[in-house]
């Protein structure tokens, strides 16, 4: 039987870059190395590091829109690279840009986004409808061009737009990035409600440290690319003998969530790699 | 298959919501065309050839259907980039058969529209008399051109993929050595030797020879009856293979690009 939502075993993505045109030089910057974790079903999971520490390169792993160098992943039991149709059926994703149609009104982008996965109208309708209401976002607003919403809203729209079809797993990347104090709690009682009700596999990154102590029951450590610790918010206090989950962080990764070396000084993430 | 159509009926949906919702932007631009169309047409009414004007005529309104057809498919990808929307499209569970042919019939109901709106703008302008023309064969060759231009605009499509904004460049770039190739306003043979073999690989070439022979443009200066469809099987045979040929291969350039663009990550939001 099925017990694990998301297997990752040694994934490694690297990009390459060439710069100059005559004397022209390939940096490579290693997104992922060797990071291997697993979510089992129902469990919140969160990743937590800096910016560019590989959170979203990982993600888009996740969500089929990158393939890895190396490595290999199971969602649901369906393995990537190989078997991408059955896990787009079964993931919905929400990144921290609401990606959009911003002309267009909530209604029109979700209705659009309900056809692509095959649904009917009415029933997306009702579907949206719960989901809005359930984050408390006002249905009159639903007809309103996109680019009209704060980004509150629009943030709101996208987690609808991310559970319209109720995926048994969910790839949230900063969900709550830029919201307010309220839109936050909102979004966080959802998705506790998600996973209790549906039972949904649920992998979070973000910065916010109480957002994942609160929603996640074991989190990882995320920096240059490499998964450097993984447990519950308590075993990783304790094994780096820190108070709080960001001292834990500093004292395991040797920088800040915000990027900074815990010296204060900028990380280099790209190494040449050749001319 | 319900489901299929569904999936399909997705992109015609948001392409149709974005046009509505870009209204004025549309009427600006179909009335800048119109009046350009109108501007090549009274050159023939200026010469005083109604066979001139014909064939101006024709070359009008075929270049606004099939170069619109071409435009909308091939800038698809440009528009998602911007809006950032292209990773949600491709993590979604559509085939890219069933996204690219939701696209393509989009933009096609959109150019068929718009060419309607140019003939019937330009004939406020011009007195002609075209009710000997063979107007269901004309309906065929645009038909059977229109799957040519599909599997051009298919694998125009994949360059913003590389590059949003060259991309976009590259795109016209390519349309306008299609217009200046074709003979869509004067016959290829008029265009310098080094550039005629361009022509004959050019879908427009044999749709605007085939129409003008169906909208009944004759060797002298009288107008005659539209000929039989019959007298296209040259053009429509080469249009049918170039159809057959393109989209199949724009489908295949569009899989390579995509699968290109998961290994280096260009599928990210840019521009």
Redesign the interface.
Known sequence: MLSLGIEVRGLCKSFSKRKGFIRSRRTVAHALRDVSFEVGLGETYGLLGPNGSGKSTLIRVLSTLLVPDSGCVRLLGFRLPGEEAEVRRRVGRVSVDAAFYKKLSARENLLYSAFLYGMERAPAERRVMEILEALGLDGEKFTDPLEEMSRGMQQKVAITRALLVNPPLLLLDEPTTGLDPKSKRDVQTFLEALRSEHGTTILLTSHDMAETERLCSRIGFIAKGRLIAEGTADELKRVSGAETLDDAFIALAGEKLDGEEAGGKKKEEEAVAGA | M???L??T??FF??DY??TR??FSWVVVFTFYAVVNSATVVLIGVAAGDRRLTLMLMVGVMLWGLLSVVFQEIANSITYERW???L????????SRVIHLAGVSLFATAYAVVRAIVIVAGMLLFVDLDLSRANWGGIVVVLGVSSAAFIGLGLTAAVLPVFSPERGAEATNIFQGVLLLVSGVYYPVEVLPRWLQPLSVVSPATYALSACRKLVGIGDGPEMVAGAPLSACAYELTVLTLMGLVSIPLGLYVFALVE?WA????K???TG
């Not at chain 2, 990773?87 to 559509?94: D, G, K, L, R, S």
């Not at chain 2, 998961?262 to 990550?265: A, D, H």
């Open positions: 319900e489901h299929v569904r999936q009926w997705a949906f948001r919501q974005l919702r870009y809006e950032g929307t990773e949600y499209t491709f993590m979604a569970p559509v699968r998961k290994r280096t990550g599928l990210k939001r």
